[in-house]
């Protein structure tokens, strides 16, 4: 039986170690990265992902851990969602506006399963594409969901705040970098920006590892 490997990320650990000094001592003082994308059903990730938004992750986390047990066997589909009462969903915790969003993606799901049975092979570009038009998911959202469901290594979320904030922590910034200096500042990251912001995050406490 093959061995597991243990440190996925190693060649992504030393580019930028190699690329980036300021990193160089981030990633030797966290180690390893962690982060093991989940990969299978899009439809729940994305709901976790609707979720997550503008709350921290321990929120997100309870929130979605209701839904799931107040969807009842199956869990997060499209059909659970849908069957579901309002009133239902908002005593798990979702706002009104979340809550439209998630019923609106099961719409979208049940009205299109093939259009996201493949999701995984497209390329990032045609992913946002095929999401942005839904209501409640923008970049970030897409972004979240290269990143923690497809694995996608070059992934930079400019608008992420944790990923702002330990960039200037990090790199001894007087304010928030902008999203057009995060993108200069992050080229030397390429292909590895997903790994790079993990760091950041890492760097500012803990990481959700999927």
């Known amino acids: 039986m093959a061995k597991k490997n243990s440190r996925p990320y190693a060649h992504a650990e030393r580019h930028l170690s190699r690329k980036v000094p300021e990193l160089r001592e981030v990633i030797s003082s966290v180690g390893p990265c962690t982060l093991?994308?989940?990969?299978?059903?899009?439809?729940?990730?994305?709901?976790?992902?609707?979720?997550?938004?503008?709350?921290?992750?321990?929120?997100?986390?309870?929130?979605?851990e209701r839904l799931?047990?107040?969807?009842?066997?199956?869990?997060?589909?499209?059909?659970?969602?849908?069957?579901?009462?309002?009133?239902?969903?908002?005593?798990?915790?979702?706002?009104?506006?979340?809550?439209?969003?998630?019923r609106s993606l099961a719409e979208h799901f049940t009205a299109q399963p093939k259009a996201f049975a493949r999701i995984d092979a497209l390329p990032d570009e045609?992913?946002?594409?095929?999401?942005l038009p839904l209501r409640g998911i923008g970049p970030w959202t897409v972004q979240m969901f290269l990143i923690f469901v497809l694995g996608r290594l070059d992934v930079l979320p400019v608008a992420d705040f944790g990923l702002r904030a330990g960039v200037r922590s990090i790199f001894g910034l007087e304010e928030l970098p902008t999203a057009t200096e995060l993108v200069e500042m992050a080229e030397p990251w390429r292909p590895y920006r997903t790994i790079g912001t993990w760091y950041c995050w890492k760097y500012r406490?803990?990481?959700?590892?999927s």
């Open 68 to 102: 799931a047990m107040f969807c009842g066997k199956p869990g997060l589909r499209p059909a659970a969602i849908l069957r579901a009462k309002e009133e239902g969903l908002r005593g798990c915790g979702l706002s009104h506006a979340k809550m439209l969003s998630i």
């Open 126 to 131: 045609e992913i946002a594409e095929l999401l």
């Open 36 to 64: 093991r994308p989940q990969g299978g059903d899009p439809f729940g990730m994305l709901v976790r992902a609707i979720v997550s938004q503008q709350i921290s992750a321990k929120a997100a986390m309870s929130i979605s």
């Open 205 to 209: 406490g803990p990481v959700p590892s």
